[in-house]
């Protein structure tokens, strides 16, 4: 942890602001100056992924709760998505240092030129010496393309700018054996891999209503980010100072995987599958045992509407998902190429027929 040079840290709605909504700027000023002080010395860089702009949102409008329905929620957003940049400017202004922002949804993640941009950005910023902060687009992102939470986000963000940590800060220090308000209970110091984690019950968002994870989406954020070779620390946001200068605090989160190619990590947990294709039992074994690419003749029934290069899943004849993929034909194109060689299809019908539906490059598994 002391030896990490790039980190991402993020910062849940709950830590900065009030139960009512509202910024609370003594929250806001207390972690900007953590992350100024651990910048100041040159030797580590930090993107922050920061929740709160729907939060900052409501009470401006009136609103005594997180609304439920997407039009209202981006309104908040809009109202309290400037007030939240604003605050971290005048914040990181107190050190000379300048703030960048940059809103992300998860067809910028899913989508190989979105996604080169988004991390020529995140690169060029921390290279010009600013601070980037990073949002999901709360105000244009539709149910379809949302991360859901920044949680999510701040995994991928983390693999997107080559992190060396990942840290999850929010009102919960840690993860605990059972409800850390209830005696008896303890941290969880460290986590080697999901049996650490399997007889524990994971609570969800909490009572103030502001924010949308609670512990479960942390948890999964830190597993996205272990399993892609980045080393979590979940704590509270009072700990920050602790977790970004390799202090024992929070739940520490021990890589499980190696680094991916990104787009199969982005493919795996940010894409939004627009149709799938019903694989037989030789596909479905030549797939998930073999690892090979997805040929017409293994192709039992397809659904939906799709275009070249969007994201598929990959279905057993149960209709589980077993992987999902980015395919290589329109789903108008596909009926008639189910069951039938790619030597056929070349021969009837042009030597661009000769190639695979799903290639193994472009396919990630979903239960390895």
């Known amino acids: 942890m002391r030896e ?33 002080k651990v910048r100041s010395g040159g030797e580590k860089e930090i993107v922050l992924v920061s929740s709160g702009a729907i939060a900052a949102g409501l009470a401006p409008l009136g609103l005594r709760r997180r609304p439920r329905d997407l039009a209202r929620q981006q309104a908040a957003a809009s109202v309290g998505q400037g007030l939240l940049v604003a605050r971290y400017t005048a914040s990181f202004a107190r050190y000379g ?39 999901e687009n709360d105000t244009v992102a539709t149910d379809e393309i949302r991360f859901g939470d920044n949680d999510r986000l701040a995994a991928l963000v983390a693999h997107l700018v080559h992190a060396d940590l990942l840290v999850l800060l929010s009102d919960v220090d840690g993860v605990y054996d059972g409800d850390p308000g209830k005696p008896g209970t303890s941290r969880i ?20 209503g502001v924010g949308t994870g609670g512990m479960v989406t942390k948890v999964e954020a830190a597993r996205i980010a272990a399993a892609a070779g980045i080393p979590v620390v979940l704590t ?27 787009r199969l990590l982005w493919l795996q947990h940010a894409s939004t599958p627009q149709g799938a294709l019903t694989l037989d039992d030789g596909a479905v074994r030549a797939v998930v045992e073999r690892r090979t690419s997805l040929l017409p003749a293994g192709i039992a029934a397809v659904e939906g509407e799709f275009s070249a290069g969007d994201p598929v899943e990959l279905r057993d004849g149960a209709g589980r998902a077993v992987a999902r993929g980015l395919v290589n034909f329109d789903a108008k194109e596909i009926p008639r190429l189910i069951g039938r060689s790619t030597r056929e299809l070349a021969r009837e019908l042009g030597p661009g027929y000769e190639r695979e539906v799903v290639h193994r490059d472009d396919l990630v598994l979903l239960h390895p």
């Open 97 to 135: 240092v300048r703030v960048g922002q940059v809103l992300l949804t998860s067809d910028d993640m899913s989508r190989r030129a979105h996604h080169r941009n988004a991390s020529r950005t995140l690169d060029k910023l921390l290279a010009m010496g600013a601070f980037p902060i990073v949002n």
């Open 189 to 208: 110091a460290q986590v080697r891999g999901p049996k650490d984690l399997a007889d524990v019950e994971i609570g969800s968002a909490g009572k103030a």
């Open 4 to 36: 990490a040079r790039r980190i991402v840290v993020k910062v849940g709605s709950s830590s900065l602001t009030t139960a009512s909504g509202g910024l609370d700027a003594d929250r806001v000023d207390a972690l900007v100056d953590v992350l100024a």
């Open 236 to 262: 509270s946001a009072v700990h920050a100072a602790d977790a970004l200068t390799g202090q024992d605090t929070g739940t520490y989160f021990h890589p499980t995987g190696k680094r991916s190619a990104d």
